[in-house]
């Protein structure tokens, strides 16, 4: 089944402690890209990348670190967790390398920095 | 830079009754996409729309993209209990999505 994988789904951390949040797509897709969602700001870009080892801002970077090694993965790290880094987290992949195709979400990741 | 704005921000209504969010960018757009997402779920896309005044339909649901490409639209007709969740629309040329509708549709 094609899908975006996304792990864990729900995570409970303490401010600074470092976290990994995975993403895994089986669609063999160029483009990945995460974001976060907060009420009343809709989706906002984190990070993306158009193929492996090419990573680039989103609007929000800030507190964020990616990696895109292979092209099936592309995780998103937080060095040092703060309170404003809780939101719901979404993978997205898409065809093309300039993610102007369809977006294929993964189920999202719900953190909470304490 | 790049904004996009959707009105209303929430809307209930009664099942049966129309609905309609609006989709409104600081620059006029490449192409548009529509994504809705069910309570507690993920994006799920719906539509692109890629030609200036072009309207498609599914089923229900009709999606128009404006004249100067600068704003969109999605009407659903006689809603149903199943159209709840939240709609997004999404500028492609920065992957920029609006702040979403949240429909909430009462038996």
């Known amino acids: 089944e094609a899908q975006v994988t996304q792990n864990p789904r729900y995570l409970i951390t303490v401010t600074g402690k470092k976290l990994t949040v995975t993403c895994s797509q089986n669609?063999?897709?160029?483009?990945m890209s995460w974001y976060r969602q907060d009420p009343g700001l809709g989706l906002r870009q984190i990070y993306y990348s158009m193929n492996v080892e090419v990573t680039d801002k989103g609007d929000v970077p800030e507190g964020y670190k990616v990696s895109r090694k292979e092209k099936r993965n592309f995780p998103l790290i937080l060095e040092s967790p703060s309170p404003n880094q809780t939101s719901l987290y979404f993978c997205?992949?898409?065809?093309?390398?300039?993610?102007?195709?369809?977006?294929?979400f993964g189920p999202g990741t719900r953190l909470t920095v304490l | 830079g790049q904004q996009v704005m959707q009105i209303p921000q929430y809307q209930h209504v009664q099942e049966g009754e129309d609905f309609t969010t609006y989709c409104n960018s600081s620059t006029t757009l490449s192409n548009i996409q529509w994504y809705k997402q069910r309570p507690g779920g993920h994006p799920v896309f719906l539509i692109q729309l890629v030609k200036s005044g072009e309207v498609k339909k599914q089923k229900r649901l009709t999606f128009q993209f404006g004249e100067a490409k600068k704003n969109s639209s999605l009407h659903i007709t006689a809603t149903q209990t199943t159209d709840v969740g939240t709609y997004f629309c999404a500028g492609t040329d920065k992957l920029i999505f609006g702040t979403g509708t949240r429909l909430q549709v009462f038996p």
């Open positions: 997205a992949s898409s065809f093309g390398d300039r993610g102007t195709d369809t977006q294929y």
């Open positions: 669609m063999n897709h160029e483009y």
